[in-house]
């Protein structure tokens, strides 16, 4: 096949969907920001609102919020590449690997909102706890953890998108962000959780349709003969490290250092980003997203085993290439082969879609640490509310043109997907467990957590570069790549920064200090210091009443019983007694693929129809203003639904901090 058989769809569909719909959710987000500021621009009907969307919206919302933003466009397009060479145990570590995070993620957020209930972002509270020298360093790590994500989630997505459309790389490279700074600046974060239930609504029912596709089409007509086909395809693969070198053995040494590598990466990346995310259904929208990765990897990169001899995928008579395959394109090729152009139009929607809610909140985060951390407490700490929010909006532009820029010198450098994947962790991790003991151990001495992280770099680093050079003899793209140097370099840099911590003596009611989130209502604007001035700790109280600080230290011991549960399922119970000597019989595949095709339904349920079924009084609410303010009758006090108890003051509160935490300081936080 010529190379121009390879790309279904025009390099118009590719500009359309990039440019195009990224201008549809913006001025969509425009107009929902418009609705919003209308009716809920009076302050208790703003807070209540926020309120009422706190308390009816709560569970199924967040859910669909962590299905949304765990979403990741690498988990799919990864998944598929590493399923498709290492067989039928990869996807599985990848979703092992997922939702342990989200668990233990609870576990730190409930500790984080005990000791820090007035916390924003977790470099604040390294700064209180350590100060300033240990406040830059996290700042730079928290910075690199943010940019290196995001470049590998645009190269990883540009690069399916120009394997789908022929659109050049480096536009894909340069337009995928600005959709997402037009979004996120025009939007603000008021409307996310409607923007990221819509992104998940449209990604869960394609994913659906593409992984059923898979399992049945011209080629694959179920999965008695999906297996039929794999048995046959297995005849020509060797894996080295595979029992038998079989594709369907659980016993492969590549796909368990796969999930190792990447559970170590994203451990470090949601303790950076989210540590202060954690609302109600953190563990359902945790426990759901497993599916994805694990059903769609399964299925797509199985297949691409199973059709790549057949004259139907793109590439046929040929083999994939390496480059092809690090660069991601084994998803694209697959759907192409069983979905045609309708396929390669969803998947270009998924891979969009996915990378828009993700790198939208990466650039929020980076704009927290620019506005937040570095402008509000070094360069103009009387900053008023527009000014921080100015500085925030500049700073997610600059922010997404720095990142493409950076995608595009790698790509030129010869940097794909893969290598980014493999490579995160080892930069990533070092700042893992003092980040942890920040919350949880008081005894982290601040000069161990300021050093304990450089330490762990540079020792993960050395590790990571010196077996690569002992394993291959040289350093090269494909040496550094390799997946023992990387797990190695991940390993040193995680657990070495925890053996450079030495100990101390913490109080925590420090923490206490942190002052609440101001409201407009404050009269006094003259100081944003968010730190009281107390010198005696013993006059500082807790902002929760006992019976809420018994409650959450409940809620404590309960999700870290679950995370230890969520743990040995996934990383023991489960897989352990499948990594021995068997390869999957036919009864056992058709097992595993539909059990991972049913969770993904499961997974369609809790992110896309129990939002609305928990939310239906919020929706009622919202469309009955519109409703209204359509007809002229806007009376906004007359609106509130019968029977509804008014917010106390320390459930607005939280709604405000609630505000805050969810959108860095993008937005005013009333
Ligand atoms: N969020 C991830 N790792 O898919």
């Keep these: 096949m010529s190379s121009e058989s390879l790309v279904p769809l025009s390099q118009g569909a590719g500009y359309g969907v990039v440019v195009g719909i990224g201008l549809v959710f913006g001025i969509g987000m425009v107009l929902v920001n418009r609705f919003l500021e209308r009716y809920l621009n009076e302050k208790s009907d703003h807070t209540e609102m926020f309120m009422v969307a706190n308390r009816s919206v709560g569970t199924g919302l967040t859910a669909s919020a962590v299905v949304s933003s765990w979403m ?36 730190l957020a409930i500790h984080a909102k005990v000791k820090v209930p007035n916390g924003h972002t977790v470099l604040e509270i390294v700064r209180l706890r350590y100060g300033t020298a240990a406040h830059i360093i996290y700042i730079f790590l928290c910075f690199a953890t943010n940019l290196l994500s995001v470049t590998a989630m645009i190269l990883g997505a540009a690069g399916v998108i120009t394997s789908l459309t022929g659109m050049h790389i480096v536009a894909s490279t340069f337009l995928l962000p ?53 048995v046959e395809a297995d005849k020509t693969r060797d894996i080295p490290g595979n029992y038998k070198g079989s594709i369907l053995s ?15 990466g994203d451990f470090a990346l949601v303790l950076w980003i989210r540590v202060f995310g954690r609302r109600p259904g953190y563990m359902l929208g945790g426990i759901a997203y497993f599916a994805v990765p694990w059903a769609v990897g399964t299925t797509t990169g199985l297949a691409a085993i199973a059709l790549e001899r057949s004259p139907i995928f793109p590439t046929y008579p040929r083999l994939m290439t390496t480059e092809e395959i690090n660069a991601g394109y084994v998803l694209p090729y697959t759907v192409m082969a069983i979905a045609g152009k309708g396929g390669a139009w969803a998947l270009l929607l998924v891979v969009f879609m996915c990378v828009t809610s993700t790198t939208s909140a990466e650039l929020i ?44 010198a790698l790509h030129y450098g010869g940097i794909d997907l893969n290598w980014m994947g493999y490579f995160l962790a080892t ?53 550094t790549e390799a997946q023992l140097p990387c797990l190695w370099g991940a390993l040193t840099s995680t657990f070495s920064s925890a053996i450079y911590s030495i100990p101390d003596d913490f109080d925590w009611r420090v923490f206490l200090l942190l002052s609440e ?45 679950f995370s230890a ?29 539909a059990v991972s095709e049913i969770w993904l339904f499961f997974c369609i349920l809790v992110a896309v129809v129990y939002p609305v079924v928990d939310g239906r009084k919020v929706l009622a609410r919202a469309f009955t203003l519109f409703y209204q303010s359509l007809s002229g009758k806007k009376d906004l006090q007359s609106t509130s639904p019968q029977g509804e108890t008014s917010p106390s003051p320390a459930e607005v509160k939280e709604a405000a901090v609630s505000v805050q935490n969810r959108s860095g300081v993008l937005e005013k936080s009333d």
């Design 72 to 107: 990741w466009a690498t988990a799919i397009i990864w998944t598929t590449a590493q399923g498709y060479l290492y067989g039928i145990a990869a996807p599985f570590w990848y979703a092992a690997g997922v939702s342990i995070q989200i668990a233990l993620m609870t576990v």
């Design 250 to 264: 659980f016993k492969s040494k590549s796909s368990i250092i796969f999930g190792l590598v990447h559970s170590f």
């Design 365 to 408: 985060a980076v704009s927290s640490i620019f506005s937040f951390d570095i402008y509000r407490t070094y360069i103009n700490p009387k900053a008023q509310d527009h000014q921080v929010i100015r500085v925030s909006h500049w700073t997610v532009i600059v922010f997404g043109v720095f990142a493409s820029a950076f995608a595009t």
């Design 565 to 593: 549960i969520i743990g040995l399922v996934t990383w023991v119970v489960w897989p352990l007694p499948l990594y021995r000597d068997y390869i999957f019989g036919k009864s056992f595949f058709m097992g595993w693929t």
């Design 178 to 230: 600005l959709g997402v700074i037009v979004y996120t600046v025009a939007g603000g974060l008021k409307a996310t959780f409607l923007t990221d239930y819509v992104h998940t609504l449209i990604v869960m029912v394609i994913l659906a349709f593409l992984t059923i596709k898979v399992i049945n089409n011209s080629a694959i007509t179920g999965l008695s003969s999906f297996y039929d086909v794999l």
């Design 427 to 479: 930069i990533i991790c070092p700042g893992m467990f003092p980040l942890a003991f920040t919350i949880l151990w008081k005894k982290q001495s601040a000069p161990a957590a300021t050093i304990a992280p450089l330490l762990g770099l540079a020792s993960g680093i050395a590790v990571w570069l010196g077996t690569a050079y002992a394993y291959s003899g040289e350093l090269s793209i494909l040496s």
């Design 517 to 561: 989130v101001k409201d407009e209502s404050d009269e006094d604007t003259s100081t944003n210091s968010p730190v009281k001035d107390i010198k005696d700790l013993n006059s500082v109280t807790h902002p929760y009443p006992p019976q809420e600080l018994k409650r959450m230290n409940r809620a404590a011991t309960l999700a870290a019983i």
